[in-house]
C-alpha cells in the first residue's frame, strides 16, 4: 500500500498545479483559455479536494479500529 503521507502529498500537490493553472489561464488572466476547460480544472480540483478529505477520513477511521 502507498505511504499515506505520500498519497496527500500527492493530492495536494495535484490540487496545487490545478490552482496554478486556473490562475494562468482562468477567466480573469490575460490570455484565458476556453470556459470548457476552465470548468474541467474547476471540477478536477473539486473532485482531487472531495478525495482527500475522504481518504483521510478513512486513515482516522483505520487509525481509530487499530
Do not use: Q
Not at 1 to 18: K, Y
Amino acid at each position: 500500500m502507498t505511504d499515506p503521507a505520500e498519497m496527500i502529498a500527492w493530492l495536494d500537490r495535484r490540487i496545487a498545479s490545478a490552482k496554478t493553472w486556473l490562475e494562468d489561464h482562468g477567466r480573469g488572466s490575460k490570455k484565458p483559455r476556453p470556459e470548457m476547460e476552465i470548468e474541467t480544472k474547476e471540477y478536477d480540483i473539486a473532485r482531487f479536494e472531495e478525495i482527500r478529505v475522504a481518504y483521510c477520513r478513512a486513515l482516522e477511521n483505520r487509525r481509530a479500529s487499530a
